[in-house]
C-alpha cells in the first residue's frame, strides 16, 4: 500500500465533524474506496489516578487534556505501514478504557477531533486540514441534546462545564486554529455538497497516486 492519505477535521464540540466525517466515509465507501477513522477523544489522557468525582473538574477543552505525542507516533507508524492499539475512551468515567484496538492503515485516514488544529507537530501528517464552521448557538443546542442522551451528561452540568470551559478555551484556541485550514465547511454534518467535492478530490488524489506508482 502507498503512504495514505490522511484527512484532519476539526471545529467546535457539536459543530458536525463527527456526522461529516460518517457521511463522508459513507461516500467513500460507496466508490469501493477503503477508509480508517480515528477520532483525537481516543487520546485524551487517562485519569485513572483521579477520583472518578473529580474527573468532571478537569477543563477537557485545553490542548494538554490530550496526549498528542501518541497520536503524533501512531500517525508515523500508520504511514510506515505499521499497526497501532488505537485506544478507547469513556465519557461517562472521563477515561481511557482498558481495551485497545489494533488498527491497521487504510489508504484514506480521515482523523477528527477539537484541537486537531492547535497541534503544528501534526500538520506534516496532514494532507488536508479541514474546519467544519457551525455558529457557536448551534453548536450548543446539538451539544445539549447529544450529551444529555449519549454521554450520560445532565442539561445543568452542560451548562455549566459550557460558561466554565467550553465556550472560553473555543476562542481561545480553536477559533484561531481556523487559520491553519485549507478548507471551511460550513454548516456542519450534513453540508453534501462539501461532502460531494472533498469526496471527489480523495478519489481523485488516490487514482493520482496509483497511477504514479
Ligand atoms: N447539520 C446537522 N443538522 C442536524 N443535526 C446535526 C447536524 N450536524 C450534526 N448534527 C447532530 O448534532 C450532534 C453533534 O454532532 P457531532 O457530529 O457529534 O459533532 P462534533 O463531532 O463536532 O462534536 C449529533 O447528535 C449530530 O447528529
Ligand atoms: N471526559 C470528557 C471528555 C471530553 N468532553 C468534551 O468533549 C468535547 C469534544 O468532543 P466532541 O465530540 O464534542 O468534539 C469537548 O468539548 C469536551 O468538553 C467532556 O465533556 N468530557
Known sequence: MLKPIILAISGASGSGKSL???????SLEKHEQLVLVLQEDHYYKSQDHIAVA????????????????????????????????????????HTRLQETQKVQAKPIIIIEGIMLLTQIQLFDYFDLKVFV?????????????????????????????????????????????????DLIVPHGGENFIAVDILGAYLLNQQHGKKNNG
Open 54 to 93: 473529580d474527573r468532571a473538574k478537569t477543563n477537557y477543552d485545553h490542548p494538554d487534556a490530550f496526549e498528542h505525542d501518541l497520536l503524533l507516533q501512531h500517525l508515523q507508524a500508520l504511514c510506515n505501514k505499521q499497526s497501532i492499539d488505537y485506544p478507547s475512551y469513556c465519557y461517562k468515567t
Open 20 to 26: 461529516f466525517t460518517q457521511n463522508l466515509t459513507l
Open 133 to 181: 464552521d457551525t455558529p457557536l448557538d448551534v453548536c450548543l443546542m446539538r451539544r445539549m441534546l447529544r450529551d444529555t442522551q449519549e454521554r450520560g451528561r445532565t442539561l445543568d452540568s452542560v451548562a455549566r462545564q459550557y460558561e466554565k470551559t467550553v465556550k472560553p478555551m473555543y476562542h481561545k484556541f480553536i477559533r484561531p486554529s481556523k487559520n491553519f485550514a
